[in-house]
């Protein structure tokens, strides 16, 4: 045990931290430290260095703990996390039936609680940045901007630019070409340019675009979007090939497969992060690295609701960019990075005896750096580095499950959670200690969205096929 307490963190002046190792990118260094200031890290290097180079700050030691990257998010719903376990079990397409009733009915101080308290979850799961890939709920996108900024995470906030509004995607009548559609996709790409310009300067807040899936828009908003995002360096994020119907869907309707379909129109690009891409061929496989196109490989939603397993593996081997993501099902980063892995190995690496499968540090660098880059953060996050944000973690390497070390990347993937995280920063200020929120009240934002979740979710025109899973046994032992 130590004697860290987190008055010797929270502070905003420069901090010269000396933990027991750093997590650089070529694995981690024992005698280094950090200097932390205006929000970046200032320096890194040997601590002895450090302290002779900065004569004017006390050396705060971090006895037992790695610093580390904080993990990135490529893909949430941070509006999502009142109905997460109405989605289990659920065949796929569930946002039909269950996230865009939920959304729909959430209303501004609603949404602002569940946007925090997915915040909240993502921070002591050691996220530091979250990905969100537009809001369904029929508020400003700033309040969800508000919920991560006062609870204290950098968020790269997508703004839905759908202009097809039908069956496929859960909302009602298509497109008839008529002059009214091309309003309203001029009406759309304004939006967009808008919310683009709009958070200019912020610390935390990043803005970006989305498209629910490519059935929701029209080829003048994928290519609008496309283009105002790579002009302003920043993504269009779009659910692409996740599940069989849409796949099925965009061969009926365009003779293409969704990716194909994006390739087609000239709206894949390194500005475009795909979601789930979990169905790919091998001839997409090539789309993707040809482009420079990103994916947000999301494992854990695979297993709860998906057809299948992203190819992760071989993305790695191909140089496809890309990042992870909870896709709202969970928010702890070290159970995502294993969920990473794991996925591979049954899905790939057993079939083919690959006993590695991308070893611990695939899935450490894509849950960080490799995230970064493909949310469009590269510059800024994802890497203890000097000119970069200070968004990292102090791991507590003394407890039973990490101390005996032999190689703490795979160590971190298969062995670590959120327990061991003894505080995260965001932006080089302390924003959790031990679990706990600094400097806001958590569990009273947990009670309020209790409560705001129960009358949310019985005003929702929520369907669900599966019952709960105590009345599934029930009935399981009556037939
Ligand atoms: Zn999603």
């Known amino acids: 045990m130590n004697q860290l307490t987190p008055d010797l963190l929270d502070a905003p002046g420069p901090l010269l931290l000396v933990p027991d190792a750093v997590l650089l990118p070529e694995g981690p260094v024992g005698g280094y430290a950090v200097v932390v200031a205006d929000g970046s890290f200032r ?59 939920l959304e729909g009915a959430l209303d501004e101080e609603a949404a602002y609680v569940a946007a925090k308290l997915a915040a909240l979850e993502a921070l002591r799961g050691g996220f530091t940045t979250v990905t969100d890939a537009g809001t369904r709920a029929r508020v400003d996108v700033d309040v969800v901007a508000s919920a991560a900024r006062d609870a204290g995470i950098r968020c790269v906030l997508g703004l839905v630019c759908n202009d097809v509004q039908d069956d496929a995607t859960g909302d009602g009548p298509g497109t008839t070409g008529s002059a009214e559609d091309t309003v309203r996709a001029t009406a759309v790409l304004e939006g967009a340019e808008k919310h683009l ?44 090939n996740e599940h069989l119907a849409g796949v099925e869907r965009s061969l009926l309707r365009h003779g293409l497969r969704p990716l194909e379909h994006l390739h087609r129109i000239g709206a894949l690009g390194p500005q475009l992060l795909a979601a789930h891409a979990t169905l790919l061929t091998p001839r997409e496989l090539t789309l993707l690295a040809d482009t420079g196109t990103a994916v947000s490989y999301n494992p854990v939603a695979s297993a709860w609701k998906g057809n299948a397993v992203a190819p992760a593996t071989t993305m790695a081997e191909r140089d496809i960019r890309f990042g992870l993501g909870t896709d709202g099902t ?24 690959d006993s590695s499968c991308g070893a611990g540090w695939t899935w450490l660098e894509h849950a960080t750096a490799g995230g970064a880059d493909a949310v469009g953060l590269g510059a800024r996050t994802g890497t203890v580095a000097p000119g970069l944000a200070a968004d990292f973690l102090l791991v507590d390497l003394t407890h039973p499950e990490l101390a005996l070390s032999w190689d703490v990347p795979w160590e971190l993937v298969r062995r670590g ?63």
Not at 330 to 353: C, N, P, S, V
Not at 441 to 470: C, F, M, Q, Y
């Open 43 to 101: 320096a890194v290097g040997p601590a002895e260095e450090l302290a002779r180079t900065h004569p004017g700050l006390d050396a705060v030691p971090l006895p037992g703990h790695l610093l580390m990257p904080g993990f990135v998010d490529a893909h949430h719903h941070l509006t999502q996390s009142f109905g997460s376990a109405l989605a289990f079990g659920e065949p796929s397409e569930i946002f039909r039936r269950v996230w865009v009733p």
């Open 197 to 240: 310009a709009r958070y200019d300067g912020d610390p935390l807040i990043h803005p970006s675009l989305a498209v629910s899936i490519p059935e929701a828009a029209t080829p003048t908003v994928l290519q609008g979007t496309a283009r105002l995002a790579a002009e302003a360096g920043t993504t269009v994020q779009i659910h692409l």
């Open 330 to 353: 969970r928010g702890d980063g070290f159970r995502l990075a294993d969920a990473a892995e794991f996925a591979q190995r049954i899905a790939y690496g057993l079939a083919t005896g």
């Open 417 to 479: 959670n959120r327990d061991q995280i003894t505080a995260v920063f965001v932006a080089g200020r302390l924003r959790l200690w031990h679990g706990r929120p600094v400097g806001w009240d958590g569990p009273a934002l947990v009670r309020r969205a209790a409560e705001l979740a129960r009358t949310t979710v019985e005003k929702a025109p929520i369907t669900r096929a599966h019952p709960t899973s105590a009345e599934a046994r029930q009935r399981s032992a009556a037939l």
